[in-house]
């Protein structure tokens, strides 16, 4: 079963523009979530990370939402940069330390 | 600053073969992780260890596989008798074990394909 999931398998964004990419999960006990955005003939990089006691992180052009009651959180891209098109996966874990789940990404297209 | 490594970036072997990846994690850090990633699908995991031992596998961890982090530095994943499955790339991450939550830092795996 699939506790994280990302329902948009592709996204196209005119450079500039914001991209916001989207992320849901079922397990009430996960308490940290994460962002990786993955370059083809790579391993996935570190974006940025939300505690459950926040709602939004912010990191340069990168912001994370985190909406609790949903079950769902966000990563804003602004503004967009060609640089930016990867494949963006969404994580969550229940406890300090141990495995992530991950969603099954989102292909993220920025068109100069 | 060297990130995790691992070794071999592909590894192409017939069925029924034995093969072993290695893995080495950023210095610091004491959380090793495999994870299995196949065309579609985001990682999966497979099992930890904090320093040498380890804490939790996978229910996909069958009993062909096995890994290994003797010193608590370097890990080894070994598949035996390997199957048409088991084609996928596996991702070795690592990160600090403390206070907090922390981020796994990901090398760029090690594409297995199985003839």
């Given amino acids: ?112 | 600053d060297t990130g995790v490594s691992q070794d071999p970036r592909h590894k192409i072997t017939k069925r029924g073969q034995n093969v072993t990846f290695r893995c080495d994690p950023i210095s610091e850090h004491n959380r090793l992780y495999w994870y299995r990633q196949t065309l579609g699908q985001g990682p999966e995991f497979l099992t930890y260890f904090q320093n040498e031992a380890q804490l939790e596998k996978s229910r996909l961890l069958s009993d062909r596989f096995s890994a290994e982090r003797p010193k608590g530095s370097f890990s080894t994943l070994e598949i035996q008798r390997t199957e048409q499955g088991d084609s996928a790339m596996y991702l070795c991450a690592s990160s600090l074990a403390g206070t907090g939550n922390q981020p796994q830092h990901f090398g760029d795996g090690t594409r297995l394909s199985i003839l």
């Fill in chain 1, 1 to 112: 079963d699939q506790q994280v999931k990302q329902n948009s398998p592709s996204l196209s964004v005119q450079e500039g523009r914001i991209s916001i990419l989207n992320c849901d999960y079922t397990n009430s006990m996960f308490d940290y979530f994460l962002w990786y955005k993955k370059y083809p003939a790579e391993g996935p990089t570190f974006l940025i990370s939300i505690s459950s006691i926040k709602d939004k992180n912010e990191d340069g052009r990168f912001t994370v939402f985190l909406n609790k009651s949903a079950k769902h959180l966000s990563l804003h891209i602004v503004p967009s940069q060609p640089g930016d098109s990867a494949v963006y996966f969404c994580a969550a874990s229940a406890n300090t330390g141990n495995q992530f789940y991950f969603g099954t990404g989102t292909s993220l297209t920025v068109i100069p």
